[in-house]
């Protein structure tokens, strides 16, 4: 049961780091050219053009003054605050980029045009980031009903089912994003939800197409190893923990797991050392407790 809730917990944490770590843009970056309702030549247009360009080198700062600047200019182009939104998430202003989004989607709207899927696509990414969940689904499924065969919406979609246990409707939005455009990302989230959802086999089917994916993709080996684990299975788990600390020397749930299997396999100095591991190489106060309890096992 220990082991059980450990996994859990090291899956939450996984499952976030995952997301953060695969998705961190929220959108193609604007063409130069992309930017409907301006007249090229315009000084509108020459900040846009200027806009984008930071954009794409990184500087997202001065991209913002750029766009702002076209905004002064043309208040009423809604591409120009997709691009500004763009730029805010880039360099970290989350809310301001929400109100980008829905500046633009206002725009659009007043303009007698339908707002892009993307800026819905968007701006449900930045609430799904803020774990405001409902206006999430909504937009979500808005940028769903305007596009149905854009993944990436089913994707986040999936996490705001399984934010709220809803695994059930998260594995069937997981498996869409994963017939419109497979990924290993994707299919490490839906490993995941099956194992909230208790189909432990299918989540390590998962976990084996996302290794086959992406082999230096250290998550799905922690992952797989875990439920061996649990399974007893624990020949398997160590040489899957063992490829994850490979992957990633600093995996404090790894060597957490990989001492619980030692431990199991009677090897009692490399399951001392794996929970000495975890313990220095983390302020995870969970995995601390749980390392220093087993090492008081292992005295007895």
Known sequence: ????????????????????????????????????????????????????????????????????????????????????????????????????????????????????????????????????YGPAQADLLKAIELNPQYASSYEQLGIVFSSSEQYDKAIENYSRAIELQPKATTYFSRGVTYYFNKQDDEAVKDFTTCIEMDPKFAAPYYSRGAIYSIKGENTKALADLNKALELDPNYSWAYLTRGQVNAALGNKTEAVADFNSAIAGTKNQIIIDAANQELEKLKD
């Open 1 to 132: 049961m220990i082991k059980q809730l450990l996994l859990t917990a090291a899956f939450i944490v996984l499952t976030v780091s995952v997301l953060s770590g695969c998705s961190n843009s929220t959108g193609t970056v604007p063409s130069q050219d992309s930017t409907s309702g301006i007249k090229p030549g315009e000084a509108t247009n020459e900040h846009n053009k200027q806009g984008v360009e930071l954009l794409n080198q990184g500087k997202y700062k001065e991209a913002i003054a750029e766009f702002t600047q076209a905004i002064a200019l043309q208040p009423e182009i809604s591409d120009l605050y997709f691009n500004r939104g763009l730029a805010n998430d880039r360099y970290g202003d989350i809310d301001a980029a929400i109100r980008d989004y829905t500046s633009a989607i206002q725009k659009a709207a007043g303009s007698n045009r339908q707002p892009d899927y993307k800026l819905y696509y968007v701006r449900g990414y930045d609430y799904v980031a803020k774990k405001e």
